[in-house]
Structures are given as structure tokens and as C-alpha cells.
């Protein structure tokens, strides 16, 4: 899609509030998705939503090394979910569900890793959930992938192919009180799919 060519993203200015509710019913079932997977008292909260150029998204993402796990949406709005978050951060998120202390070695051994895609799992599907309620729709996704590496990597093996020059990003902050956790969630939905969803709901 290029730049110029909006004519199929018109969407009626009251709707623009399904953004706010999409992020808003995403994060608190991810939310309480954690709480009872890690035992950590666990809170999400949504900073801000932005519409933000793909190559401004590999730098906000940064070349640090990062562990993310994403998923494709085989349904409308298709397009992909990605959820970054720290090494220290995956470690003890991992260690919550597994009942363990968080050690502090490089590297993630298969528990540690499977923990994190189980986590990963929980957390996209708790987004989704999320939005197929607001948009009255179901959505289904690909199994989660871990990967470990550069950010802004991830982001363009995802994205860098697809014509759209801009995505979705939803800025957000999950809480857990005994463990500072911090995880940011970047969508890329499909976004002439994602309007003509939009268009379809009554307000």
C-alpha cells in the first residue's frame, strides 16, 4: 500500500475508540492469564497507541539482543503479533511458572525456553481474545516461535517484506509486583483487513 492510496482506510472517527478497547481487553486478559500461570500478581498496562512507520519501529525496538515470541493471525486482520521482552526479564517469568528461583546464567535451557513459549502462547492468545471480542469476531493464530537475537531483526524478518509501509503498536508495560517485568507488544495487522473489520461493527 502506498503512502498515497487511503481510499480503503477510511474508518468513521467514532470507531477510533475500538483501538483504545482492543488494547485495553488484550492486556487485561493477558493479565490474568499470567497471574495464574506465574503466581505472580501481575497488572498490564497500555502507555500509548501509535501508527508508526516500519523503519521507525526498528529503531524504537533497538539492536539489543532480546528474546521475543510471535505469532501469525490466520484469520482477518492476519499479519503478525510480536511480544519482546529482556533476557532477565524471560528468565523470570520462566522461573514463575516453573516454580523456581531465576538464575542469572547466559543462555536459556529447553525448560527455560519452553516456559517462555508457553508464556508467549498465553499471552498472544489472551490478545487476541482480546481483540476478537471488540471486533465480534474469531481469530485464529500460529503456534508461537521463540527467537533470541536483535530487535529490530525480529521486526524485519516479520515485516520488511509487506507492503504496508506502516504498522500498529500498542506500548505497554506488564507489571509483576515481586519481579520488575517488563514486556512490549508490537502488532502488525493487515491494516486494510483490520478497517474493513472495523467498518462492519455498529457503534
Known sequence: MSRGDTRNLQVDIRKLNLFNQMAKEG???????LTQMTGMETEMEITK???????????HV????????????????YGYILFLFSASSAKKLAAGMLGQEADSSSGFSDME??????????MTSGFIDGWANVLNTTIDISTPKFTYGAGS????????????EMA???DS??????????????TFPELEELVSLMQKIEI
Not at 497507541?49 to 529503531?59: R, Y
Not at 525456553?113 to 498465553?122: C, F, K, L, T, Y
Not at 531483526?153 to 504496508?164: A, E, F
Not at 508495560?173 to 508490537?186: F, G, L, P, S
Open 49 to 59: 497507541i501509535n501508527f508508526l512507520d516500519i523503519e521507525d519501529i526498528k529503531t
Open 27 to 33: 492486556a487485561n486478559t493477558v493479565a490474568d492469564h
Open 113 to 122: 525456553r519452553s516456559a517462555v513459549q508457553e508464556i508467549g502462547n498465553i
Open 173 to 186: 508495560r506488564v507489571h509483576a509486583r515481586e519481579a520488575d517485568v517488563e514486556v512490549k507488544v508490537y
Open 62 to 77: 533497538g539492536h539489543n539482543k532480546q528474546v521475543g515470541t510471535h505469532i501469525e493471525l490466520v484469520e482477518p486482520p
Open 168 to 170: 500498529l503498536v500498542f
Open 153 to 164: 531483526k525480529m521486526v524485519g524478518n516479520l515485516v520488511g517484506s509487506r507492503p504496508d
